[in-house]
């Protein structure tokens, strides 16, 4: 028997006439539409009389689901991938069913259309030939505030997060990086649903970096770690959080 396959079909982000034509033919030909939550999903569904069925295909489950899928696809059946919105497997499920496809020998056929992260990085106004998708931050502030560190790039960041921890992650980047870095929060509508925050470019820091470390390692050799990480701040620029982490991380 010829096995199906499996479509990743990206789906509107906010405005339902987003969907493209090969997106809705798409959805229309599945045998089966694996959902991140077919309750979200419905709409889209009905705003276009897709009768397809929907299996609920999330984090929780998504290892069991995705096996009942393969099969299905082995046994002839075509599947759809669909995230809430934008495109599947992006800090949404469905990257281990994909990747279960490939090595099962099933096709994989994308099908392109809205993704936030792009939408928000091509009206963020920043020019760059690359950027870094970061995805979700921990939710601990102290794990978060630490993976911030490596976060002082040159080029644009693009950062997903929820509506309950936006306002203290902006607080934490401007904390990091300073009040003066610019940052384009974007959104759907309201506070709810997910943000994506885009960092602009940050000037190159290595050379700060190193000197900042330079300077706290000479302080440090006289001074407790506070005191050593608030002078390092004052003479070389680079935040005092950042300074008193790495002397604490030094004196360990």
């Known amino acids: 028997m010829i096995p199906g396959s499996l ?9 339902l006439g987003d969907a493209s034509p090969r997106a809705i033919e798409a959805l229309r030909a599945a045998d089966l539409i694996a959902c991140e939550d077919t309750r979200t999903s419905r709409t889209l569904l009905a705003r276009h009389a897709i009768p397809a069925r929907t299996v609920a295909l999330h984090e929780h489950n998504e290892r069991a689901t995705a096996a009942k899928l393969l099969q299905a696809m082995h046994a002839g059946k075509n599947v759809a991938l ?11 499920p469905g990257a281990l069913l994909v990747g279960q496809a490939h090595r099962a020998g099933i096709r994989v056929i994308p099908i392109p259309g809205p993704s ?14 690359r950027f870094l998708f970061a995805g979700f931050l921990p939710a601990g502030r102290s794990a978060r505030r630490k993976a911030l560190d490596a976060l002082g790039l040159p080029w644009p960041v693009i950062l997903y ?13 401007a904390e990091r990086f300073g009040v003066a870095r610019e940052v384009v929060i974007a959104r759907e509508h309201r506070q709810q649903g997910e943000f994506v925050l885009v960092l602009a ?12 470390e330079r300077v706290l390692e000479a ?5 407790a770690p506070s005191e ?3 002078l390092a701040a004052r003479i070389t ?16």
Do not use: C, M, W
């Open 228 to 230: 050593a990480a608030r």
């Open 116 to 129: 936030a992260a792009v939408a928000a990085f091509s009206a963020s106004g920043f020019p760059a030939e």
């Open 82 to 92: 669909i995230s809430d919105a934008g495109t599947p497997a992006l800090s949404d």
């Open 161 to 173: 997060e929820a509506p309950h921890r936006v306002l203290k992650t902006l607080e934490d980047l």
């Open 219 to 223: 302080l440090l050799e006289a001074l």
């Open 7 to 15: 479509y990743v079909v990206a789906t509107p982000i906010g405005n």
């Open 201 to 212: 470019p940050g000037e190159s820091r290595s050379a700060q970096t190193l000197e900042a």
């Open 237 to 252: 620029g680079i935040p005092r959080s950042v300074l008193y982490r790495r002397a604490l991380e030094r004196a360990k």
